[in-house]
């Protein structure tokens, strides 16, 4: 029996999700190719965006990948830090922000 | 500093321990395949050559700085040096040859004591492209050094220097502490005597190698961030960069088994294997000369000491003719100059 949900190996079997659907799979990674070609943000930025979002959703596998593409597009990890603290901020702020609910539903039941 | 494999004793040190290591293991179990098997998928078994254009000469092993990563071994404690009659059969050999490029690597191949007598002989013969590998601090290691970007000016040197990131922090983890800001300082000297200025034909590229195990990206693109960073931070100017994949021998072979790296290293290899790089390999078109006038078919074939297949192996008694019948020697290191979009001295091959 498998031991882990998560296995590094799976990463590189990431392609293979097209064989039972070809078309929508095909569809899938055209899309994903076309994002992260340079636009009116560099590959680079669109690195350090993924980067930050693959914490925010906590997948190891993207993890894994975009701290690697970082390193060889010679981002620091300096960079990479605070690209992590945006995320972990707008997560945090997001939990936060929602206690102007609580103290609105407080301040009306309250006497 | 750290010391050379050499200084060391490392097992590392003996070449075919290294050459050992990257024909067991994966490559042994059938994990991964031979580099020789791989190529011949493509019908590329055996690799030829084509017209020689590069002659790359080492000048010595000896240099001021020991980078984590050099595939050379070098450093301080490295001995050995070119003589001056070896460069003299060199010279006879680039008078006769119709190589564009002549290519001075090291070590530091300015601690050649008869560096200067050389350059000075081989600007002689009209090499469309003189390069010397320069490791930019030397020029500030010693006075005798100080005016060596002017030397480089003097006889239209083309200058390739080593920098493996514009932020000072991983470039000093790789080539050691201070090399960033000496790197710097040297930078705007060879810009201030012409070097790397736009339109300029005094050439100045640099050199991007990882830190680290991991591929470089695409050059272009690294080129723009470093251009932009070392403008806006430094003003410096430079024309190409070259990004160059570390190849899995001598020191950073040496990394990547005591960091647990080398077999991941080695799947990204093979991974990002590309048949259309094969062909413009640098060893197709490449004659490396060892400090000792011993031929290789490429500076790295150099550090696992694979001599040229062929007859002929020593400078002295160098025929192009007869070398361009031999088959070139490959091990599984070759996976490094093919991956993505190829590596070479002179960067991304397609």
Redesign the interface.
Known sequence: MQKTYYDPADL?KFGNISEWNEELGTKFFDYYNSVFK?GAL???EKSLIALAVAHTIQCPYCIDAYT??G????I?KEEMMEALHVAAAIRGGASLVHGVQMMNKVNKLEM | MIKSLHKRESELANTKRQLEILSNGIFKNGELPKFKDKISETHLFPLRPKTLEILQINLGYMCNQTCAHCHVDAGPDRKEIMTKETMQQCLSFIKKTNAHTLDLTGGAPEMNPNFRWFVEEVSKEGITDFIVRSNLTIMLANKKYHDLPEFFKKYNIHVISSMP???R??TDKQRGDGVFDKSIQVLKKLNEVGYGMPNSNLKLDLV?N?S?A?????QS??EK??KKALMDDFGIQFHNLFAITNLPISRFLDYLIASENYEDYMYALV?AYNPLAVTNVMCTNTISVGYDGFLYDCDFNQMLNLKVANKVNHISEYEEESLQNRNIVISQHCYGCTAGAGSSCQGNVI
């Open positions: 590189k340079e560099t590959e680079r690697g593409d390193l060889q597009r010679g620091t | 990131h514009w932020t922090g991983k991007y990882p680290g991991f591929l470089p990206a695409n693109a690294l961030d470093f991974e």
